[in-house]
Nanobody, 125 residues
Framework: QVKLVESGGGLVQAGGSLRLSCTAS????????MGWFRQAPGKEREFVTA????????SYADSVKGRFTISRDNAKNAVYLQMNSLKPEDTAVYFC??????????????????WGQGTQVTVSS
């Protein structure tokens, strides 16, 4: 079992930055690739980014490429999402998730076994 807790969300003006953190407890954190997803009101949960167990491979949704950066620190059992040049359309609840494998950066939310409770990000225009 892996418990995930996100933090770092908040209200920011368009063009601003936020850094989300997700800390894990339970089973070996480095056994899991990690992903970030987001869900806006009335919309389906969508893939944002993912990273393999050692950070060697990352993947980004086209909508955030060049603005968001995922990273992880296995010694701290943490994964981060640095969000720059934020836009109002980035407003959503952001979730971190642990993949059942360690080697891929899948965009399919059904391939992730563990989820955090989410943190709200609101970008004002």
């Amino acid at each position: 079992q892996v418990k995930l807790v996100e933090s770092g969300g908040g209200l920011v003006q368009a063009g601003g930055s936020l850094r989300l953190s997700c800390t894990a407890s339970g089973r070996a954190f480095s056994s899991h690739a990690m992903g970030w997803f987001r869900q806006a009101p009335g919309k389906e949960r969508e893939f944002v980014t993912a990273i393999t167990w050692n950070g060697g491979t990352t993947s980004y949704a086209d909508s955030v490429k060049g603005r968001f950066t995922i990273s992880r620190d296995n010694a701290k059992n943490a994964v981060y999402l640095q969000m720059n040049s934020l836009k109002p359309e980035d407003t959503a609840v952001y979730f971190c998730a642990a993949d059942r494998t360690d080697w891929r950066t899948t965009r399919d939310p059904y391939e992730y076994d563990y989820w955090g409770q989410g943190t709200q990000v609101t970008v004002s225009s």
